[in-house]
């Protein structure tokens, strides 16, 4: 009777201990406890689109002579990304840029993400889309993550995206962004932040949002004069298809 009764106090202390644990861990603010969890969309694609009659094509699966490496000097190194067969264009020999610069626009790109099971956080897929040179919308494998603002579809470090609207790695996927340049006062003063808006794989992830400064690893922290599209080069092979662009809007100043 007695090995009973201490078992179970054995029983009930255990079950007392369990009852504070969980009733602590419910009182102590956990990180991103206020962030509600994101909402993961399916069935979403937005590839193969058509390039409008008034865009400029930057890669249309064959040549990338709209592209120069961005780490060389005028007359500029010829961009190295491979054109593979099946008219892909892989990561590869350092960032690219466009030879031309541009203020506002609509974008649109076509992005592959390695599987690359091994690799965890940053190093999963990471490349980059650079707006005005100084602006990324991030580019990672991210499915089924509650994305934060570093992962896919991220102002990078300073908007996470709206919903999860990520495909597996190895699908093609889209991002269609609207991008208005920061505007500068005759003083050189900023008067408005440059403004971004995305849609990944036709899904609104990012609602006009304010871009204080040039993002981390941007290729030029001076945003007041016009800058190129740069594609990111993170080690990791990533892969571009039909990209192109519609110039919208004057210099920034
Ligand atoms: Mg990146």
């Known amino acids: 009777m007695k090995a009973r009764e201490s078992s179970l106090t054995r029983v009930l202390a255990v079950s007392g201990v369990v009852a504070a644990i969980v009733l602590l861990c419910a009182a102590i603010p956990c990180y991103g406890q206020n962030a509600p969890k994101l909402k993961q969309v399916r ?7 058509k390039p409008p009659s008034d865009a400029i094509v930057l890669f249309d699966g064959e040549s990338t002579d709209a592209w120069v490496m961005q780490k060389s000097k005028p007359p500029y190194v010829p961009c190295k990304w ?23 626009l609509q974008l649109h790109v076509e992005f592959k993400i390695p599987y690359m099971p091994q690799a965890k956080g940053q190093g ?13 919308v991030q580019i990672l494998d991210s499915y089924g993550l509650d994305s934060k603002d570093s992962d896919c579809g991220g102002v990078y470090k300073v908007s996470r995206p709206m919903v999860n609207a990520c495909l597996k790695p190895g699908e093609w996927q889209s991002y269609d962004i609207l991008f208005f340049a920061p505007r500068f006062n005759d003083k050189g003063e900023l008067e408005q932040p440059a403004r971004l808006s995305v849609l990944q794989n036709g899904v609104w992830i990012q609602n006009n949002i304010a871009v204080p400064k040039a993002t981390t690893a941007a290729m030029k922290r001076d945003v007041t004069k ?16 039909n990209v192109w662009i519609r110039p919208l809007g004057p210099p920034t100043r």
């Not at 999963?124 to 889309?129: A, K, L, T």
């Not at 016009?226 to 298809?241: A, E, K, W």
Request: aromatic share 6%; proline share 7%; net charge positive.
């Open 43 to 49: 069935n979403v694609s937005s590839t193969n689109l």
């Open 82 to 104: 491979k054109v593979l067969p099946d008219g892909a264009m892989q990561v590869g020999g350092g960032n690219i840029i466009t030879k031309q610069k541009f203020t506002d």
């Open 124 to 136: 999963r897929g990471n490349s980059g889309v650079y707006l005005q040179g100084s602006y990324e």
């Open 226 to 241: 016009p800058g190129p599209i740069m594609l990111q080069d993170h080690g990791n092979p990533v892969q571009y298809r």
